[in-house]
């Protein structure tokens, strides 16, 4: 069994509609949740993270931690074709700078105008 | 801004070459890693590194060597290239320990080289 468990879709949405993106993990030892997101063609950049159990919001995007369940979700509202990309959840034990990432698979993600 | 580049976007080797993969960050960055990315495996880290000479292996680092002379750059060697290793490869760098414990510091990544080894 993976550590982290992501659906890989591919997931399509029309525009405007909530999407809701998840992860499921093994390790109780994670502490550091991040999402990221992955244009065709480019690399990973950063679009959230959250420190332990809870629900952090920034514009349309909401991340929520469940520690208790193992279970990690992203949530985008009013979405935007500018949203189609891969999505990736990634999660950490520590901060300490040199602390590996554990990535799930990628959800491909497509906005239909 | 953060730039992390990477010395090629696309590269074609022969089984048995030897391949030079190289990642520079322009940002003072102690961290760097290399991750290679497959469909349905995600990303799998192949080595990092937390300072300059020192190295550490990561989750795959069969048949692959690193090398880090100076701080902003990190090679990532396949000493004998083999199909198997055809496949999407990411250089990432970071700051070192995050400020506060709720605080992270985010690993920046390159465009990626796609290495295809016929």
């Known amino acids: 069994q993976k550590e982290v468990e992501q659906d890989p879709g591919p997931l399509s949405v029309p525009e405007g509609a909530i999407v809701s993106l998840n992860c499921t993990y093994s390790?109780?030892?994670?502490?550091?949740f991040m999402w990221y997101r992955q244009y065709s063609r480019k690399g990973p950049e950063l679009l959230m993270y959250?420190?332990?159990?809870g629900n952090k919001e920034d514009g349309r995007f909401t991340a929520q931690v469940d520690k208790s369940s193992k279970y990690i979700s992203l949530f985008i509202r009013d979405s935007q074709p500018s949203d189609s990309a891969t999505y990736l959840c990634?999660?950490?034990?520590?901060?300490?700078?040199?602390?590996?990432?554990?990535f799930g698979t990628g959800t491909r993600l497509t906005i239909i105008p | 801004d953060v730039k992390v580049t990477q010395s090629s976007r696309y590269l074609v080797k022969r089984t048995g070459e030897k391949v030079f993969l190289e990642c520079v960050q322009d940002?003072?960055?102690?961290?760097m890693f290399w991750y290679r990315q497959d469909p349905g495996l995600g990303l799998r880290l192949i080595y990092f590194?937390?300072?300059?000479?020192?190295?550490e292996k990561g989750d795959i680092p069969e048949g692959y060597s690193v090398s880090r002379e100076k701080k902003e750059r990190f090679s990532l060697i396949l000493e004998s290239a083999s199909t198997n290793q055809t496949s999407m490869y990411l250089c990432?760098?970071?700051?070192?320990?995050?400020?506060?414990?709720?605080?992270?510091?985010?690993?920046?990544f390159g465009p990626g080289t796609r290495l295809t080894v016929l």
């Open positions: 990432a760098s970071s700051r070192g320990l995050a400020p506060v414990q709720s605080s992270y510091n985010e690993q920046f």
């Open positions: 390790n109780s030892a994670f502490q550091y």
């Open positions: 959250t420190y332990s159990s």
């Open positions: 990634a999660m950490t034990i520590s901060n300490f700078g040199n602390e590996k990432l554990t």
């Open positions: 940002m003072d960055h102690e961290n």
């Open positions: 590194s937390y300072d300059v000479k020192m190295k």
